[in-house]
């Protein structure tokens, strides 16, 4: 398993130093794009994830909950993005989105939201390396973490197992100490989590909390 400290709730004013200080304990930092059509807030672009990677070493997970991303893409892969999803519900052409991103050297992923059944990744999944499922709707941290998604994860996870496939399952939405476990125990292994470390004056002790808790809840 893999926790993904999420930008959206790290402090704008010292991005790098926030990055900085959590890219020792994790392999990877999610950052959410936001173009306040597809979710109703605006947040960063392919000019942050370049000036990330002049200023940090850790890679980046790159989640695009815009509108027909696949305009922004070249844009993204050009900033060294190493992974990018873009979601179900926003691509006319999603196959080709795929395809692009993969071509441009990067972990090609679809994102469904709370509302959209996990067998719509059926004519897809054999062309992702990753599924995210958002246990919350996306455009806003801090939300609670929505408990029927545990039941999708776990259809997801079958849907994985079934076709043989080396497929990961992302989460991202209200993930702690308490959800995380459960998230993990369905079939999850990669954990966005904002809220969970950013808030904290040690992050380090804040990933190792979430860590821990899946250990703690399977002894």
Same mark, same amino acid.
């Given at each position: ?9 790290? !402090?704008?004013?010292?991005?790098? =130093? %926030?990055? &900085?200080?959590?890219?020792? =304990? ?34 980046? +997970? $790159?989640?695009?909950?815009?509108? %027909? ?12 993005? +190493? ?12 196959? &080709? ?12 992923? $679809? $994102?469904? !939201? ?22 919350? +709707? ?6 609670? #973490? ?37 998230? #993990? !125990?369905?079939?999850?292994?990669? #954990? ?15 990933? %190792?909390?979430?860590? &821990?808790? $899946? ?5």
């Amino acid at each position: 398993m893999k926790i993904l400290p999420s930008i959206l709730s790290a !402090n704008f004013a010292r991005l790098a =130093d %926030e990055v &900085r200080d959590v890219e020792k =304990d994790v392999d990877l930092i999610h950052v959410d794009v936001m173009d306040g059509h597809f979710v109703p807030n605006i947040t960063m672009g392919a000019n942050v994830v370049h000036a990330l990677k002049q200023e940090t070493q850790v890679a980046q +997970d $790159v989640h695009l909950m815009v509108d %027909e991303p696949i305009h922004l893409l070249p844009s993204f892969l050009d900033a060294g993005a +190493d992974m990018i999803s873009v979601h179900y519900e926003a691509c006319t052409h999603l196959h &080709r989105a795929i395809q692009m991103i993969k071509d441009g050297g990067a972990k090609a992923g $679809v $994102v469904l !939201n709370p509302s959209t059944p996990a067998s719509a990744l059926e004519s897809i999944i054999k062309d992702v390396d990753y599924v995210l499922i958002m246990t919350v +709707d996306p455009g806003f941290g801090g939300q609670r #973490f929505l408990p029927s998604m545990i039941d999708k994860i776990k259809a997801v996870h079958e849907m994985i197992v079934t076709s043989n496939l080396s497929v990961q399952i992302e989460v991202d939405g209200g993930v702690d100490a308490e959800t995380l476990p459960l998230c #993990f !125990n369905a079939g999850a292994t990669l #954990f966005v989590a904002g809220s969970a470390i950013f808030t904290f004056a040690d992050r380090h002790a804040a990933i %190792e909390k979430l860590i &821990r808790s $899946v250990q703690q809840n399977n002894e």
